[in-house]
């Protein structure tokens, strides 16, 4: 991690050989270690053949990879090592990403063209490889760091599946390099973050909320924010499983486009007391509708600038702590803009 910081080194490539270690680690304690003290991109790879034999290299991109600072120099990286394999490209990531995710892999000229893969439900990824993977196949997923907008609880666990499910085949798990917070903060608001902004009143937040479980938590939030928008509770209700995922330990976002909202709905809600998560205490609740007429790229959009807002474990405590709406509204805003 040193050396990296000194060279200003891009990709770091470390080897796994594929085994499982403590529950609380990702692959084993340095190559964890490398990936909390480091913001280049590492590429951790199980590859048991020469990737000069592979004929085809299957890229697994999660929902709202696209969206993440080092994901188009991601894509050219695993495209760059297809081409050079004389191996053919293909990807699998949620139809509702494809366009994005696709057109990052094929900004390299002279590369491989991808070829998409289908796939309906990201959590379904693994059985949708067990049909299309072919025995000369390599694979490759793009992973993420706690604090990355696409990342999840559920994608810490994701290598040590394929690692056990697919483990004749080459392994290559990606984890793109990451901006500093500090530099993903605009030095000025622009008129859209500073509109999106505008739209989160005293009414948007709910602090002390009696809820005793996360679903409960979500009704309660979106229900009291905007009581004349039953439809779009519903579909938020309705957008993601009964577990609610999380953006980032601790926060559960729930998030939704529907023709029964005209504009923007966001929402944010604080539990009295931590509750049970899927994958642990959850102290943040946050909901958010767009009109489903907007362009995808403006609703990743909006989705990013909510997790940049959350991205810090300072923003949560103040959020845990603030005493009043207005209180949380602020931390909010210096959590975006801590000039501001």
Do not use: N
């Not at 894509?75 to 293909?90: F, I, Q």
């Not at 483990?167 to 993903?184: C, K």
């Not at 909006?302 to 405590?317: F, G, S, V």
């Amino acid at each position: 991690a040193r050396a990296a910081a000194e060279t200003r080194t891009t990709t770091l490539v470390l080897g796994w050989d594929g085994s499982i270690a403590a529950e609380r680690l990702l692959f084993g304690t340095i190559p964890d270690r490398v990936l909390r003290e480091t913001s280049a991109a590492v590429l951790v790879a199980r590859t048991g053949q020469p990737l000069a034999t592979v004929g085809r290299l299957v890229v697994v991109v999660p929902p709202l990879a696209e969206v993440e600072p080092g994901f188009a120099e991601a894509a050219r990286l695993l495209a760059g090592l297809a081409s050079r394999a004389g191996a053919t490209l293909a990807v699998l990531t949620p139809e509702a990403h494809r366009a994005g995710v696709l057109g990052a892999f094929s900004t390299r000229r002279g590369g491989p063209k991808p070829e998409p893969l289908a796939l309906d439900d990201w959590p379904h990824a693994p059985d949708a490889l067990t049909g299309v993977l072919r025995p000369s196949d390599a694979l490759a997923l793009v992973s993420a760091r706690q604090g990355a907008v696409s990342w999840s609880a559920a994608s810490d666990r994701l290598p040590r599946a394929l690692a056990q499910r697919f483990a004749a085949h080459p392994l290559l798990i990606l984890y793109p390099g990451q901006v500093p917070a500090s530099a993903t903060l605009p030095r000025h608001l622009t008129s859209a973050e500073r509109g999106f902004l505008d739209r989160i009143g005293p009414d948007q937040v709910r602090l002390g909320l009696h809820a005793g479980s996360v679903e409960a938590a979500v009704r309660e939030v979106a229900s009291g924010a905007f009581p004349e928008h039953g439809a779009a509770l519903e579909a938020l209700l309705a957008a993601s499983p009964s577990d609610r995922p999380e953006i980032r330990p601790g926060v559960v976002f729930v998030h939704a486009r529907t023709e029964a909202v005209r504009e923007p709905l966001f929402a944010l809600g604080v539990p009295r007391e931590p509750l049970r998560g899927a994958e642990g205490a959850v102290s943040v609740v946050v909901c958010f509708a767009a009109p489903s007429r907007v362009p995808s790229e403006t609703y990743l959009g909006w989705l990013a600038l909510i997790a940049r807002m959350l991205h810090d474990d300072a923003t949560l405590d103040a959020l845990r702590e603030a005493e009043s709406p207005e209180d949380a509204r602020a931390t909010l805003l210096l959590a975006l803009h801590p000039r501001e």
